[in-house]
Nanobody
Framework: QVQLVESGGGLVQAGGSLRVSCVASTRIFSINDMGWYRQAPGMQRELVATITSGGSTKYADSVKGRFTISRTNAKNLESTVYLQMNSLKPEDTAVYYC?????????WGQGTQVTVSS
């Protein structure tokens, strides 16, 4: 079982910046890949960015050059993943979900709203 606690998000004007964070904790298996996904109203959930335990990253084309994913790994089976979002656009408006892979399963956070006004 992995517990995910997200924070950050909110309302920002176009061109602004926001950072969302997610703390993942587990008692058994280590946390492998982590990532951020988003879902806009009426749309399917889509990948935003992922990062491996070793720090390799992958981004959706729509956010390359604007978003940066990073993570820290604590010794007590806890990892924190960050998503720094710059040059935000109204089309970035969505609920952002944190995801973590551990023990062969994917766990999801509760989601945090990011709203970009034009």
């Amino acid at each position: 079982q992995v517990q995910l606690v997200e924070s950050g998000g909110g309302l920002v004007q176009a061109g602004g910046s926001l950072r969302v964070s997610c703390v993942a904790s587990t008692r058994i298996f280590s946390i492998n890949d982590m990532g951020w996904y988003r879902q806009a109203p009426g749309m399917q959930r889509e990948l935003v960015a992922t990062i491996t335990s070793g720090g390799s990253t992958k981004y959706a084309d729509s956010v390359k050059g604007r978003f940066t994913i990073s993570r820290t790994n604590a010794k007590n089976l806890e990892s924190t993943v960050y998503l720094q979002m710059n040059s935000l656009k109204p089309e970035d408006t969505a609920v952002y979900y944190c995801a973590a892979n551990s023990g062969g399963r994917t766990y999801w956070g509760q989601g945090t709203q990011v709203t970009v006004s034009s």
